[in-house]
T-cell receptor, first 111, second 112 residues
Framework: GQNIDQPTEMTATEGAIVQINCTYQTSGFNGLFWYQQHAGEAPTFLSYNVLDGLEEKGRFSSFLSRSKGYSYLLLKELQMKDSASYLCAVGPYSSASKIIFGSGTRLSIRP | GAGVSQSPRYKVAKRGQDVALRCDPISGHVSLFWYQQALGQGPEFLTYFQNEAQLDKSGLPSDRFFAERPEGSVSTLKIQRTQQEDSAVYLC??????????FGNGTRLTVT
């Protein structure tokens, strides 16, 4: 079966750092995605991890531990525009098969 | 270049009506996916095409849902005899095959 868990909501302060956790239990695993989705808009790709470790991309970093079935997305120097839902998803990078999404974490940034 | 385009953006249907939702993927993208997203939830997989072949339709919730992509480009998701539980945002995504999914803005379907 497929099970992806992430917190429903989080709140953080502008300029601060926030970590959004994701745990997964899936029958197969190729890699883990993070997508950002603003209200009423399309999800947009943030990162893809297939190997254990931390990958940094500007203000956003993503970490994966395959043995623990765990990932996190780290957002630094938070800006108001970072208020959005962050979706954790499991699947192959090359879209050879379906990608399974978690329910998403709604992040609110306060001034 | 143009992204994934979906139409209509909003659709209101009376219960029992049939609806057709259209997706224009990015030109050249061979993979096309349909997802259903309920309010406050993540996208739920419905079906997947590679070119014109529908390779996986395991997520379609009932036989009232039907998708096609006859020429390997534009796709249509059809829902027959709509029910209130069909109310959701329907997202289409496409991929070159070696890249992440690119999503459209979705069609918000409301069944009254």
């Amino acid at each position: 079966g497929q099970n992806i868990d992430q917190p429903t909501e989080m709140t953080a302060t502008e300029g601060a750092i926030v970590q959004i956790n994701c745990t997964y239990q899936t029958s197969g695993f190729n890699g883990l995605f993070w997508y950002q989705q603003h209200a009423g808009e399309a999800p947009t790709f943030l990162s893809y991890n297939v190997l254990d470790g931390l990958e940094e991309k500007g203000r956003f970093s993503s970490f994966l531990s395959r043995s623990k079935g765990y990932s996190y997305l780290l957002l630094k120097e938070l800006q108001m525009k970072d208020s959005a839902s962050y979706l954790c998803a499991v699947g192959p990078y090359s879209s050879a098969s379906k990608i399974i999404f978690g329910s998403g974490t709604r992040l609110s940034i306060r001034p | 270049g143009a992204g994934v385009s979906q139409s209509p953006r909003y659709k209101v249907a009376k219960r029992g009506q049939d609806v057709a939702l259209r997706c224009d993927p990015i030109s050249g993208h061979v993979s096309l996916f349909w997802y259903q997203q309920a309010l406050g939830q993540g996208p739920e997989f419905l079906t997947y095409f590679q070119n014109e072949a529908q390779l996986d339709k395991s997520g379609l919730p009932s036989d009232r849902f039907f998708a096609e992509r006859p020429e390997g480009s534009v796709s249509t998701l059809k829902i027959q005899r709509t029910q209130q539980e069909d109310s959701a945002v329907y997202l289409c995504a496409s991929s070159l095959g070696d890249s992440p999914l690119h999503f459209g803005n979705g069609t918000r379907l409301t069944v009254t």
